[in-house]
């Protein structure tokens, strides 16, 4: 008794912990002006929309009370994280499953070797090649590309999608695939039809995981990128009006950029809790 | 009889190690073959190779008169019934069934037939649409059955299909696979280690050890005439005896571990012929018998009543146990004699472990 009471209390603790930025910055989007800077916080007031309002430009002249100059740039740069953190996720989680498989299922020379380099990529902070980085792009002109920062992001997830969907596939027993080529599939159409729909819960996890480093970078998108192709992050970051930061427009932004990452992970859930497999191969 | 898979040579190596050496052998349309040995005997890599999912270093495989060492396993067509089953999870029984027909492009009206024909003989029908995981272990062992039979292939092959099931399962599968190869005559090579399988099921037997045959037989041959003595002792539960001998010469018989002397005329002409000095009697529990004045003198160690006869243990000479299945009800302890029916007893050559005869 007293057990579940503690361990009610410790639940209820950790979701506020976790829960209050989140509530805290979409709170502040639906707030008015002087709200947001009320103390103490006022936890019960009039909503507005205005913020999202200027921030797709839909009233772009109640923009101008804010200090907004000329319109919000939020749309084209929300739209190109999309571009840029979808297209990377796909990449990487593609990748990655077929170097698992090849990892996970033929004797690939210097097997070790080669999985510990492909990790060791993840071994130093970012930010040490991010000038390399910005030199060779300039030299190759991808700075302020999608495709640039598409094959940056990728090559930082690949490592990762590459170890986590190796640890899904070594999972799936070899005779699946053994089966469907003497039932008379090729290697690669057994991988589509048995080992593919086995590794789905990994492939959704790996996904995951990779959209959401992609769709939460800042640094690089910060230095590679200026106008074209400037995700959402260091975009709303900037929303600064000639009256100082513009919070409401910023917790708006933010919230709306959550959405999607949301989103995605309610739709995967499904994949993401196992047992699909669960208790159908006798070991 | 037609020959449908042959294997010539046949050699695998995993690093260092000889996994198979040297395998030829024939095996005959309709026969069903089983693969006998101890774990690690190399005859699930042999069955591996004839489904080319293990590439052979030496040697070549012929299915039907045709080479097939090189091909893919699609292009062999044979079947695999895997130790796991290894259905595909995400499909219902009946989608298990129709898989390969599938990849043949088979029409939809003809994979319903057939799927449907194949589960009716297996009798399976009521469980077509349910996923592997909602099945038994003995349903689903029959699913992946259906699976390799459903193409009609030229060869079945079985890697210890049996094991995952219990007791009781394993004697009604059992007794359904030798059904089911009557009633369709399929080629089958079989592979286990457990020998009542083979021993009921298979029409020859090729006993494995260390990567080579041992012997290719009949139930009956491998039990009766084993070729050396790995065969010998691995065949039977329990194995065949072993009485060490010395020969003394054509009329002076040999001599046992305690000093007896023991006469037999055609075992003296054998050792005669093959010249051997050192031998090994090997002769089974139920093919010696204790009775008044037998040839071998010892001392019983122990009886296990085993209902309709008692298995006795004797210690002929220091640390020589033997075993001795005695019919009789009557207990007998102490001081025995054995008789040995000679006509069912194997001379070895202690040497090279060889049968003389």
């Known amino acids: 008794m007293v057990w579940r009471v503690a361990k009610g209390i410790l639940i209820t603790l950790a979701l506020v912990f976790f829960l209050l930025p989140i509530y805290w910055i979409v709170a502040t989007s639906f707030k008015q002006w002087p709200d947001i800077f009320a103390i103490p916080p006022k936890f019960v007031f009039r909503g507005t929309l205005v913020h999202y309002l200027t921030l797709f430009n839909i009233r772009p002249e109640e923009a101008a009370k804010f200090g907004q100059v000329g319109k919000s740039l939020f749309p084209p740069r929300f739209l190109n994280s999309m571009i840029i953190a979808g297209a990377s996720t796909v990449l990487s989680v593609a990748l990655g499953t077929f170097s698992a498989y090849a990892f996970s299922r033929f004797r690939v020379r210097g097997e070790n070797d080669l999985l510990f380099f492909i990790l060791s990529t993840r071994m130093l902070p970012p930010i040490v090649v991010g000038i390399p980085f910005f030199v060779v792009y300039r030299a190759l002109g991808l700075i302020d590309t999608h495709i640039g920062l598409i094959l940056l992001y990728m090559t930082f997830n690949l490592s990762f999608a590459v170890w986590l969907m190796k640890g899904f596939i070594d999972e799936i027993p070899r005779e699946f695939e053994e089966a469907a080529m003497v039932d008379g599939y090729t290697r690669l159409e057994a991988f589509f039809k048995v080992i593919l729909p086995q590794a789905l819960s990994g492939i959704a996890a790996t996904a995951v995981f990779c959209l959401i480093a992609a769709w939460n970078e800042f640094f690089f998108a910060l230095i590679l990128t200026s106008e074209k192709a400037r995700t959402a992050p260091p975009s709303i970051a900037a929303i600064q009006g000639t009256s100082g930061i513009n919070w409401g427009q910023i917790a708006a932004g933010v919230t709306v950029f959550l959405l999607p990452v949301v989103v995605f992970t309610f739709l995967v859930r499904k994949y993401l809790a196992r047992g699909l497999t669960f208790g159908v191969i006798k070991r | 009889m037609m020959e449908r898979v042959r294997l010539e040579g046949l050699s695998k190596r995993f ?3 000889e996994a198979v050496q040297d395998v030829t052998l024939s095996i005959f349309e309709g026969e069903f073959v089983v693969f006998l040995g101890p774990s690690g005997c190399g005859k ?3 069955l591996r190779m004839i489904a080319g999912l293990e590439k052979p270093t030496r040697g070549d495989i012929f299915i039907a008169g045709k080479r097939v060492t090189q091909l893919p396993p699609a292009r062999r067509n044979i079947a695999f019934v895997f130790q ?3 259905l595909y999870p995400h499909m219902t029984a009946f989608e298990n069934i129709a898989f390969p027909l599938e990849a043949q492009g088979v ?7 057939r799927v449907r024909e194949v589960a009716k003989i297996l009798g399976l029908e009521h469980l077509l649409a349910l996923r592997p ?7 689903m062992q029959k699913v992946a059955l259906g699976r390799a039979m459903v193409r009609r292939p030229q060869v079945f092959l079985m890697d210890e299909p049996l094991s995952g099931l219990d007791a009781k399962h394993r004697e009604e599968m059992r007794a359904e696979l030798k059904r089911l190869h009557i009633e369709i005559g399929a080629t089958t090579v079989y592979v286990t280690h457990d020998q009542i399988e083979a021993m009921s099921m298979a029409d020859r037997i090729v ?30 539960s ?17 001599r046992l571990e305690n000093g007896d002397v023991i006469r037999h005329e055609t075992m003296e002409r054998l050792a005669v012929r093959h010249g051997v000095r050192e031998c090994i009697l090997g002769i089974r529990p139920e093919f010696l018998s204790i009775a008044a004045s037998g040839e071998i003198r010892g001392n019983t160690v122990s009886i296990e009543p085993l209902g309709y006869k008692n298995l006795y243990a004797v210690e002929i000479a220091p640390g020589r146990i033997i075993r001795v299945e005695d019919m009789r009800r009557e207990r007998f302890s102490g001081n025995v004699s054995l008789a040995v029916r000679w006509e069912a007893a194997c001379l070895f050559d202690h040497q090279t472990g060889q049968r003389i005869r």
Do not use: C, W
């Not at chain 2, 029409?107 to 037939?113: D, G, M, Y």
């Open chain 2, 44 to 46: 699930t890599t042999t």
């Open chain 2, 15 to 17: 690093g260092a190690f």
């Open chain 2, 207 to 236: 006993v494995m050890n260390e990567g080579k045959i041992q012997q290719v037989g009949s139930p009956k041959e491998v039990y009766l005439h084993p070729e050396n003595l790995f065969v010998a002792h691995f065949i039977g």
């Open chain 2, 107 to 113: 029409p939809r009206e003809e994979v319903q037939r």
């Open chain 2, 133 to 139: 995981a909602q099945l038994s272990s003995g349903d």
């Open chain 2, 84 to 86: 796991n089953y290894a």
């Open chain 2, 238 to 254: 329990p194995g065949m005896n072993f009485i060490p001998l010395v020969f003394l010469g054509e009329g002076r018989g040999f």
